[in-house]
């Protein structure tokens, strides 16, 4: 007890010795650790913190109801009074503080109540759930997108089940047809042949000085709705937004892009409305040089942005992506990301089959539909076959391809594409759906042809008579240009079918009680994972390997659970998560090839940690004026 009390006042009497001194030091400890633990808690990564330094409640009262006062790291602004109310990228509206009011000069210009991004989010809300038409939704949360953007994005990241049909398919078609009718606010940027030998110089007009992802549309193959000319800037808008919400990239580093180059839609030609050139589009050497001028004047300014093809004709979409997959970080989402996507939801339907991923190369394949998507959809199954072990011959006899003219063969290999011929079968070239599916049984049919009510009753049928449990993937959008509803799909196939769509559809309830949940094959689940991936890696191409990837960590995403529901892919809900995933093995893939050229060892020893923390978070920060000072 004496050497305890001493040991205390730091003073040690020479009689006690030093083990036992280290033994009552360690007891000491021990009975300080005790202390500490009953005074303290657990943050997140599991380890003990004092119990003053606990996360910091939100205020209860006041202008910073429902806040935080943490500190946040502000952001610097060049701008000041009603110059920031006018700038979405740091507009907060109500939400303002007293301070920030004073200290950016713009008291008095707003009303005095404060309203935090809850309330805010709430009233945008009920706005929007009080109106029954989607394109009138669409407006409102546009309007907001043009005002708010942190706002904007907080309601998808939020909402996203229920926002994503609004903001992209199939509302975003109307949209787009409606686009010259509905401008209010230029987003983006348009270049046409009038701005040929300028476009270097263009590119710096762009305001925002660190652009990571551009999407960029000709406007000529709309969704299923076909040429749109400069109305197709809805697409690279919708599918920005989607990667800010779902995949964490902030809004200044996306840019939307429309190349101008005509349209051969007379009826824009001859709108007094239409915002476009009315004149018929670019062809041949016109078209591909204007391109690659493009593309050389936003990889000046940006030399590590990632360009995402989207909408392009099918004649030009895989003579592009074959010039530049080798040589610039750029994908055309209409042939991989489709490619990805629909591989993912075979995988999953294998595995309801209770059949393995290698289990690929045996099925019979039938895709409807010769163009960019059906051919990117092949190629990219194909190429998971031989991945799994299957040779290239063997691999292409699984497929049975179809256009309007029927099956693909080597009898007219004369006005096929490189891609289409791969194909193209020695005999009965020229039979319809119906032939090939009671000649070759298919064990999936995929419909990519934008033709509404293809795929016919007696054609599932068939196929469910031939197959016990037949995968059947309508993926045209938007929801009129379906080749089948889930309903219908279930209905005909008594509830055995394997379904997913390109545009959503409502949960099936069959005669017997039977509910089934069909999912949406929507490219959402892969694009923004792979644009987050390879633009935080540093990567220089996209490659297949990587394609392959994500479509393995989007399948294995599914439960269980959601497979015996009939879903074949995952909750929108938790596409956050999923595109974190998603980009975690793409960086691994671009790791493993030496194409992660941005990442420290630090960064890549905790990879999930390092792209959560990369990931947008749409919140409202302190913003203060940027001075120069002068002396």
Known sequence: ????????????????????????SLHRASANATLRSLSSITNHLGESI??????????????????TRKFLAPISVNSRGSEILNNPLFNKSTAFKGGERDRLRFRGLLPPRRLNMKVQKQRILEEIRAEDSMIRKNMILEEVHDRNETLYHRILVDHIEEMAPIIY??????????????????????????????????????PQKDVHVIVVTDGSRILGLGDLGANGMGIPIGK?????????????????????????????????????????????????????????????????????????????AQKLLNKYRDEILCFNDDIQGTGATTLAGVLGGLRAKGEQPTSLGEQRIL?????SAGIGVAQVLMQAMMEHGRTEEEAKKCFYIADEKGLLGTDRIHELSPEQAMFARDEDGGLSLNEIVNKYKPTMILGMTA????????????????????IIFPLSNPTTKAECSAEQAF????????????????????????????????????????GLGVTLCGARTVSDRMLYVAAEALANYVTEDELAEGKVFPSINTIRDVSKKV?????????????????????????????????????????????????
């Open 583 to 631: 980009a975690i093995a793409v960086i691994e893939e671009a790791i493993s090839t030496g194409q992660a050229s941005k990442l420290t060892e630090k960064d890549i020893s905790d990879l999930d940690d390092f792209v959560s923390r990369k990931m947008y978070d749409p919140i409202y920060v302190p913003l203060i004026e940027k001075r120069t000072i002068e002396i």
């Open 491 to 530: 209905e005909w196939t008594d509830g055995k079918c394997i379904f997913a769509s390109g545009s959503p559809f409502e949960p099936v309830e069959m005669n017997d009680g039977r509910k089934f949940y069909p999912t949406q094959c929507n490219n959402m689940f892969v694009f923004p994972g792979i």
């Open 240 to 316: 920005l937004s989607l990667y800010c919400a779902a995949g964490g990239i902030a809004p200044h580093r996306v840019m939307p892009v429309v190349l101008d180059v005509g349209t051969n839609n007379e009826e824009l030609i001859k709108d007094p409305f239409y915002l476009g050139m009315q004149r018929p589009r670019l062809q041949g050497t016109k078209f591909y040089h204007l391109v690659d001028e493009f593309i050389q004047a936003v990889r000046h300014r940006w030399p590590n942005v990632l360009i995402q093809f989207e909408d392009f004709s099918s004649d030009k």
């Open 169 to 206: 398919t199939p509302t975003v078609g109307q949209a787009c047809k409606e686009f010259g009718m509905r401008f209010r606010r230029p987003r983006g940027m348009y270049f046409c042949e009038e701005d040929r030998g300028h476009m270097a110089a263009m590119v710096y007009n762009w």
């Open 50 to 67: 004092p119990e003053e330094y606990a996360d910091e409640p939100d205020e209860n009262e006041g202008e910073w109801m429902g806040c």
């Open 451 to 470: 033709v509404g009510g293809l795929f016919t009753e007696q054609l599932i049928r068939d196929m469910a008579k031939h197959c016990e449990r037949p």
């Open 1 to 24: 007890m004496l050497a305890s009390i001493l040991l205390r006042s730091g003073h040690v009497p020479r009689r006690v010795s030093s083990a036992a001194v280290a033994s009552l």
């Open 367 to 371: 895709i409807a539909g010769a163009g």
